[in-house]
């Protein structure tokens, strides 16, 4: 049913004159220069600014990205969160903003894939457009894949949270730097021990953070699905969007014949990292939400694989 009011008891005044109502004024004189070449450019000004900066650009910009993956959906797209950033000199007073988010467009609108070679390029090119010897792109994503019950083989999706980091400088070349943080189920080793039937279990979140050796190549292996596997395949068991009867039979019983600790999860994540050649270092972290306590289990180790070479 559609209303249709009988009368209006509020006379308005027009729009222009609301605004006036509200604080709105008359533009003012325009003295000031028009034309782009005869603004001035603070920015650019050439003094002693006193100290080099690490770091100057802008972050938490959203923008839609296109992602692939080796498992299906093996193209999607999603939203990335970035953050651009060069060194600048103390004799530059600041950088271009306009430009990084002018090459995010470009490479956007040219079909680019988010991917560590096309990041690399983009890094590569955007300390060119700055006239700055390096430069760091990092962007931050939903990953999302297919996940089926283990009996009933009904499928829905999964996320994990990924991020990468690439940095350039023209005299050292690129860093690679990625995570995935993905949610797992852990049964806890003690209960299932003391207790005369049951044990208590919780939700875990693995986090990883891995340094990506520079030849790596992605179109032989996915990066996100080896750290994925390697986070889940050691867990007490996955999680699954949708569970019929026969799967929560199989996930409860697969739990219960696998207790795993915090430090359990950390030392076997950490066993499956240190096997990827791919993989120069990484740091493995796990948080469990405590079924049965007041707080939460944690657990971390950090390897460089460098220290474990024979000299």
């Not at 009988?6 to 308005?12: E, G, I, K, Q």
């Not at 499928?155 to 995570?179: C, E, L, P, Q, W």
């Not at 999680?239 to 799967?247: G, N, Q, S």
């Amino acid at each position: 049913m559609t209303y249709t009011p009988t009368s209006l008891t509020v006379n308005l005044p027009n729009k222009e004159e609301r605004h006036q109502l509200f604080g709105s004024v008359a533009p003012g004189p325009r003295t000031k220069p028009e034309e782009k070449d005869k603004m001035a450019d603070l920015q650019n000004t050439k003094k002693d600014f006193l100290f080099d900066l690490d770091e100057v650009g802008i972050s938490n910009v959203k923008h839609p990205i296109t992602v692939k993956s080796h498992i299906e959906p093996l193209t999607q797209s999603t939203i990335g969160t970035f953050s651009f950033t060069s060194s600048i000199k103390k004799t530059n007073k600041g950088t271009n903003m306009s430009r990084f988010m002018e090459q995010l467009n470009a490479y956007y609108h040219n079909g680019s894939v988010t991917s560590l070679s096309t990041l690399k390029q983009f890094t590569k090119d955007l300390a060119t457009r700055l006239n700055q010897e390096d430069a760091e792109v990092q962007i931050s994503f939903p990953w999302f894949y297919e996940r089926t019950g283990p009996k009933s083989n009904i499928a829905g999706m999964n996320h994990a949270d990924v991020s990468i980091t690439v940095s350039y400088d023209n005299k050292n070349g690129f860093d690679i730097y990625a995570t995935l943080s993905a949610s797992i189920t852990t049964l806890c080793p003690c209960s299932k021990e003391i207790s005369e039937y049951s044990a208590h279990n919780q939700r875990g979140l693995v986090s990883m953070e891995v340094s990506i050796a520079d030849d790596f190549d992605e179109e032989k292996t996915d990066w996100k699905l080896m750290l994925l596997e390697a986070a889940e395949s050691n867990a007490s068991a996955r999680l699954h969007p949708v569970l019929k009867r026969t799967d929560e039979k199989t996930i409860t019983e697969q739990a219960y014949e696998n207790p795993r600790f915090v430090e359990d999860i950390v030392r076997l994540v950490a066993a499956d990292l240190f096997e990827m050649p791919f993989v120069t270092k990484f740091k493995v972290a796990c948080r469990n939400e405590e079924s049965i306590h007041m707080h939460d289990a944690i657990a971390s180790v950090t390897i460089d694989k460098a220290d474990y070479i024979s000299q």
